[in-house]
């Protein structure tokens, strides 16, 4: 469905939703409607075969994965290119505090990738003393992945580089499982709690709560959110050092994180041949009419870092906080709150900002490419549980659970 007036109408509901993975050519949702009952998958795109599809709806292994016994020492993380083939596959692993001593890494083949000769899915168990626990594939064809040593005690964690998804399935079929690490280029020596990548970079943010990120193509450095040194090593963002991040998306040439406090911080460009420029990256005088503290927007402060802007969030005259956000290939949507007194909601708001060419966000807002953040007004006042965007489109939940699309 698409947003603006009248109200928008869901495409799903459900007592519990989670987006799980979001490509521009597919979504993969998780609805459960009691804690008693199991867990459903649904999967929507155009980029799975009929066989890949029914593994992810119907797969009991993938399922138990997200049961009530099991949500506490699994996780499951889908990976994929959110531009170009979509979802690629999914890893199993367990938590820290333990659990299956088998990383189980299942990858889906391409159209070009069966014509050559490879399986549709291929499920991989992983036994050695090295687990799994994510992938990332860069549109530059590289594949990072994270890995953990087994066991609770133990605490050598690493971020790897491969050349390409084949190497992965190379690596993933050796002998007895065991991965030769020796032959990979070592970008960090932690694992993110949260990771995204875009058309350029990959961010991670740290147990610690800082930000990193990293590079292969130096073309764009405003990306990195920090000055380029040659190193394709993920570095700390200083600009953001002092802050406790909570919050991390990415898409296109954009960038954000979020702050304990409900601050947020974006950094990046818009995407090469844009019909427009965002105003929070922008010099004031550079933009017809300037940039102004409206009563309801979002806009830059004043002095401003050379990578990284610090936004300020208004609803009706009052400051307000983030709590969530998400970034598509060139389009950024927003969810703020205002907090009074006893720590009680007095307002709600959705905003918007960006390449609008396609309805992404929402037929209220009628221009190609919106250059200043305007608000959603069809979700006034609604609580968003969770924004997703990725390609040219953009999902947000809200509170009774039902689930709004545009594209």
């Not at 890893?91 to 299942?106: A, M, N, P, T, W």
């Not at 898409?251 to 911080?265: I, K, P, V």
């Amino acid at each position: 469905m698409t947003l603006g007036n009248p109200p928008p109408q869901p495409t799903l509901k459900s007592p519990t939703i989670k987006i799980l993975y979001s490509s521009w050519s597919d979504t993969i949702l998780l609805t459960q409607t009691t804690p008693l009952e199991p867990p459903k998958l649904h999967y929507t795109g155009t980029t799975l075969t009929p066989t890949q599809t029914t593994h992810i709806t119907s797969s009991v292994y993938l399922h138990s994965a997200f049961t009530t016994t099991n949500v506490n020492t699994t996780t499951v993380n889908f990976f994929g290119s959110a531009m170009h083939d979509g979802v690629r596959g999914y890893v199993i692993s367990s938590s820290e505090e333990g659990g299956s001593d088998i990383s189980r890494i299942v990858l889906f083949a391409t159209d070009t990738e069966m014509n050559a000769g490879e399986k549709e899915l291929h499920i991989y168990n992983v036994h050695a003393d090295i687990e799994i626990t994510n992938v990332k594939i860069l549109s530059g064809g590289q594949v990072l992945f994270s890995t953990r040593a087994r066991g609770a005690a133990c605490h050598d964690e690493r971020m790897l580089c491969l050349q390409s998804f084949e190497e992965l399935r190379m690596y993933l079929g050796a002998l007895d499982g065991v991965l030769e690490e020796s032959r990979m280029e070592v970008v960090a020596s932690r694992v993110p709690v949260q990771w995204c990548t875009n058309a350029t970079t990959s961010v991670a943010l740290m147990a610690d709560a800082r930000v990193y990120t990293c590079t292969f193509d130096p073309r764009y450095p405003k990306c990195l959110g920090r000055s380029y040194d040659g190193s394709s090593k993920y570095k700390i963002v200083p600009f953001l050092s002092e802050t406790q991040v909570v919050k991390i998306a990415s898409g296109g040439y954009l960038s954000a994180a979020l702050g304990a406090d409900g601050e947020m911080y974006v950094w990046g460009q818009v995407c090469p041949g844009s019909a427009g420029k965002l105003a929070v990256l922008e010099d004031a005088m550079l933009l017809e009419g300037g940039i102004s503290a409206r009563e309801t927007g979002i806009d830059a402060e004043g002095e401003q870092d050379e990578f990284v802007k610090c936004l300020r969030v208004r609803i009706d005259g009052r400051e307000a906080r983030v709590y969530d956000v998400a970034i598509g290939h060139g389009h950024v949507v927003v969810a703020a709150e205002v907090v009074g007194v006893g720590g009680r909601v007095r307002n709600r708001a959705v905003f918007a900002a960006g390449d609008n060419s396609r309805s992404q966000l929402g037929v209220a807002l009628r221009k190609e490419f919106i250059e200043e953040f305007e608000e959603i007004t069809a979700l006034r006042d609604e609580r968003v549980t969770q924004l997703a965007a990725a390609g040219w489109s953009s999902h947000v939940v809200l509170h009774d659970n039902d689930i709004a699309t545009q594209a």
